[in-house]
C-alpha cells in the first residue's frame, strides 16, 4: 500500500508547471466565467427604451472577447456623476453589462500632517521624530511653529525601522523673517525612508516651540490626457485671492492642475472646492487641501513644486481656489493648465459589429451587474481596445429638456406684501447670472427669504449663491475724535446704504513702524435714548522698521451693517496715524436661473413676513450649475409702497410716550383743581 505521503505530489496538478502556465490559466478561467456570465445575463437584459436616452455613440468591435476603452470627455460629462445612465447595447440591440474602472483615487491629500510626531528638547538641540504614512515616499517636508521669526540650523535623519538612523542632510537653513520671507522646507533625498528625525541646532538662539511637520508625497504618474481649464474669475480680498476655474468637462479626477506664476520667491497653502446644489442654493464643499513653492536660490537648492490637486475627483465643470495671502502680496497667477486620469469602460463583446454607447438619462436608475464586481486587472486579458465615435445628439430623443422645466412659471404670487421691484434687462436665451446690488440687499431681508422674480405674474424658479465672492467699496470717511479721549483717533465710515452685510475691514498707513489697537465700533441709541457703542471687532496693528507695509485687515459679521460705522485706534502718547485705503468688504450673492427676453421679469424685495421660496429644481439644478452664463443687469427701483424702518417706529414710540405723558399731567392738574382745597387748622 502506497503512503499518503506519495500520493500527495500527484494530488496538485499545477506543481512544476512554469509561471506563464500559471497565467495563462488565470486568463482563460477569467474569459470563461465572464462569458458564462454573459450568456446568463443576457436572457435577463433585453432591448431598453433608446428614445429615453439624449445622446449616442457608436463602437466599432471587429471580434469577440474582454473589452477595454477610455471613455471619452464629452460622454463623462454627459453622465450623471454616479454614471447611472450609462447604458451600452450590442450589434442586436440588446443591453450588454459593463463594469467601470475609475483610476486610483488618493483618499488623502498630497500633502499629509505626519503621522507619530513628537518634539524633545535635549540640551543644545531640539530633536524632532514623526513617520510616513504606510505605502507612501516622503519627497519634500514642512515644519510648522507658530513662531513669527527665527533662524536655525538643522540636519534630517531617515530610518526604516525607526531604531537605526542614517544621515541625509547637514546645515538645513530653516527661517522665518518679519518681512515674510520664509524657509522651512527640507528635501528628502531618494530612499525607502519610514521614519524622520530632524535635529534643530539651538545653540545660537533659543529653542522655539515645533507644533507639528507635514510631509509632500509625490503621487504615482499615471497615464493622463489635456484637460483645459481657465480662469473666468479672480478676486484679491484681504488675505487671500479666490480664483474661479471652468473646466472643459465633468466627472473627471485630476492628474494634476499646474500653475504659472511669475513671483520669484513664495509659498502658499491652497484649497480646492466644488459647487453642489442642495435644498435650493449652492454650497462649495472643500475637496482638497495642496501647497504651492519657489524657494531657494544662490545659497540654497531651488525647490519649485506647481504641479497640485493630484486625485481630485470633479464632479461639475467650475471649481474654485483659494490661495492663502496672509499678509504677502497676491502671486501673479500668470495661467493654469490641467490633465485628468482616464476612466475605462470594461466588458465582453458578444459579436462583432456596431455597438451603441448611451448617455444623458435623468430619469432613469442605476444598472446593477455581477461583472462590476469581478476582477478584470489583468492587462493581457483584454483583446481590443477600440474608440468610440463622436458624441451624437439623437433625433428621437423624447424626453423633456431640463431647461425647459426651468422655462416653466412657478406658482403665481401676489405682490402686494412687496415693497420694491427692479426690472430684469436680459439679452439672450440662457442660463442667467444676476448678482444682488447693494439697494436690493438694503432693503431685503438678511437671508434673501423674500426674494422673488415674477414674470406675468408666476413666479420663476432659481437657485441662490451667498457669498461666493467678496466685494469691496470706499464708505466716505470723516474725522470724529472725541475731546473727551485725546489719545483716540477716531473716523466715521459712512456706507452708501444701510443694511449691507459687511464682513471685513482693511486699511493702510504710510507710518515707517507702530503698534495700534485697532476698534471697529457701531453706535445705537437705548431705550432711554442714550448712545451706546457697540464693539464689532478688535485687532493689534503693528509694524517693524524693516518690515514692508502692513495692511490692517479686521474680520467682523454684522448681517445688516448701520449706514455708519466707527473705526478706532489707540495712540497712547503717540502721534495719530495717518489712515489711508479704507475698504469695507461684503459677501456677494448671485441668484441662477433660466429664462429668455422678450417678456417682462422683475425681481421683488421688501417683504419681513415672506418664507424662503421652495422650488423643485433637483433635477435640472446641477445642470444649471454646469452650464454657460449670462450675466444679468438690473434695471431703476420701483417703491411699491413705503415701508416704514425700525428707526421710525422708534420715533412714534417715543412720539406715543410723549402725548400720554402730557396727557397724564393735564389730568393730574384738572383733578387738582377740582378737589376742595384744605381749611388751615386752628
Known amino acids: 500500500m502506497r503512503s499518503q505521503n506519495n500520493l500527495s505530489p500527484n494530488l ?25 456570465h454573459f450568456i446568463c445575463s443576457s436572457i435577463a437584459y433585453g432591448a431598453i427604451a433608446r428614445a429615453e436616452w439624449k445622446y449616442s455613440q457608436s463602437i466599432s468591435l471587429s471580434q469577440t472577447g474582454l473589452v477595454k476603452l477610455s471613455i471619452p470627455l464629452e460622454t463623462l460629462t454627459a453622465l450623471r ?8 447595447l450590442g450589434p442586436d440591440g440588446k443591453e450588454i453589462p459593463y463594469a467601470i474602472q475609475k483610476p486610483g483615487l488618493m483618499t488623502t491629500s498630497a500633502v499629509y500632517p505626519a503621522p507619530n510626531f513628537r518634539a524633545q ?8 521624530t514623526f513617520a510616513v504614512e504606510e505605502g507612501r515616499l516622503a519627497e519634500n517636508l514642512w515644519l510648522d511653529t507658530p513662531e513669527r521669526e527665527f533662524v536655525k540650523a538643522a540636519s534630517l535623519e531617515g530610518s526604516v525601522d525607526g531604531t537605526k538612523w542614517t544621515v541625509l542632510s547637514r546645515g538645513l537653513p530653516i527661517f522665518r523673517h518679519a518681512s515674510g520671507q520664509q524657509s522651512d522646507l527640507i528635501p528628502v533625498p531618494a530612499g525607502q525612508w519610514k521614519y524622520f528625525r530632524i535635529i534643530i541646532d539651538d545653540r545660537r538662539s533659543k529653542p522655539i516651540p515645533m507644533t507639528g511637520a507635514r510631509i509632500y508625497s509625490r503621487p504615482q504618474k499615471q497615464l493622463s490626457e489635456i484637460l483645459s481649464v481657465s480662469i473666468t474669475g479672480r478676486a484679491d480680498e484681504p488675505g487671500q485671492t479666490k480664483l474661479l476655474l471652468q473646466f472643459g468637462g465633468a466627472n473627471v479626477v485630476l492628474a494634476s492642475l499646474d500653475f504659472l506664476v511669475a513671483d520669484p520667491l513664495f509659498r502658499r497653502n491652497l484649497t480646492f472646492s466644488d459647487e453642489s446644489f442642495v435644498n435650493n442654493q449652492i454650497q462649495r464643499t472643500e475637496i482638497g487641501r495642496d501647497i504651492i513653492v519657489r524657494e531657494g536660490g544662490q545659497l540654497t537648492n531651488a525647490i519649485e513644486r506647481f504641479e497640485v490637486f493630484a486625485g481630485i475627483s470633479l464632479r461639475g465643470t467650475s471649481a474654485q481656489i483659494i490661495i492663502e495671502n496672509n499678509d ?3 502671486l501673479a497667477v500668470t495661467g493654469i493648465s490641467a490633465r485628468r486620469l482616464p476612466v475605462f469602460l470594461v466588458f465582453i463583446a458578444p459579436a462583432s459589429g456596431l455597438c451603441e454607447l448611451l448617455s444623458g438619462n435623468e430619469q432613469c436608475g442605476a444598472p446593477v451587474y455581477d461583472i462590476a464586481h469581478m476582477d478584470y ?11 468610440p465615435g463622436p458624441l451624437i445628439l439623437k433625433t428621437n430623443f423624447v424626453s423633456v429638456d431640463p431647461f425647459s422645466a426651468a422655462r416653466m412659471l412657478g406658482a403665481p404670487l401676489n405682490p402686494s406684501g412687496w415693497s420694491y421691484r427692479k426690472p430684469l434687462l436680459l439679452t439672450t436665451d440662457s442660463v442667467q447670472q444676476l448678482e444682488i446690488d447693494l439697494e436690493v440687499l438694503h432693503h431685503s431681508e438678511e437671508s434673501l427669504q423674500d426674494l ?20 469691496n467699496l470706499q464708505p466716505a470717511m470723516t474725522k470724529a475724535d472725541d475731546p473727551k479721549r485725546p489719545q483716540l483717533s477716531r473716523w466715521k465710515l459712512t456706507l452708501p446704504k444701510s443694511g449691507i452685510p459687511i464682513s471685513s475691514l482693511t486699511c493702510t498707513t504710510a507710518a515707517p ?8 465700533v457701531a453706535e445705537r441709541r437705548d431705550e432711554a435714548g442714550e448712545i451706546q457703542s457697540d464693539s464689532l471687532a478688535t485687532e493689534e496693528w503693528s509694524k517693524n522698521l524693516d518690515q514692508p507695509p502692513v495692511k490692517l485687515k479686521m474680520s467682523f459679521a454684522v448681517p445688516h451693517a448701520p449706514e455708519a460705522i466707527f473705526l478706532e485706534l489707540e495712540n497712547g502718547d503717540n502721534a495719530p496715524l495717518d489712515v489711508q485705503n479704507v475698504e469695507l468688504w461684503y459677501p456677494a450673492s448671485r441668484l441662477i436661473f433660466k429664462a429668455a427676453p422678450g417678456l417682462a421679469t422683475d425681481l421683488y424685495y421688501g417683504n419681513d413676513h415672506s418664507v424662503a421660496p421652495q422650488y423643485d429644481l433637483q433635477i435640472i439644478g446641477p445642470r444649471l450649475l454646469r452650464a454657460s452664463k449670462a450675466i444679468v443687469s438690473l434695471g431703476n427701483e420701483e417703491v411699491l409702497k413705503p415701508i416704514h424702518s425700525k428707526s421710525l417706529e422708534m420715533n412714534a414710540t417715543w412720539f406715543f410716550w410723549v402725548i400720554l405723558t402730557i396727557v397724564v399731567v393735564a389730568l393730574l392738574l384738572v383733578i387738582a383743581r377740582l378737589l376742595p382745597a384744605q381749611k388751615p387748622l386752628g
Open 81 to 88: 456623476p454616479g454614471f447611472e445612465d450609462l447604458r451600452l
Open 452 to 471: 422673488r422674480l415674477i414674470r406675468q405674474g408666476m413666479q420663476m424658479p432659481f437657485i441662490v449663491d451667498r457669498g461666493y465672492l467678496l466685494r
Open 377 to 387: 486587472s489583468n492587462k493581457d486579458a483584454f483583446l481590443t481596445v477600440p474608440v
Open 12 to 36: 496538485n496538478p499545477n506543481r512544476n508547471r512554469p509561471a506563464f502556465g500559471l497565467s495563462l490559466i488565470r486568463i482563460v478561467r477569467l474569459y470563461c466565467l465572464i462569458s458564462i
Open 328 to 330: 504677502s502680496p497676491p
Open 121 to 128: 528638547l535635549v540640551a543644545p538641540n531640539t530633536i524632532l
Open 513 to 520: 513702524f507702530f503698534r495700534r489697537m485697532a476698534r471697529i
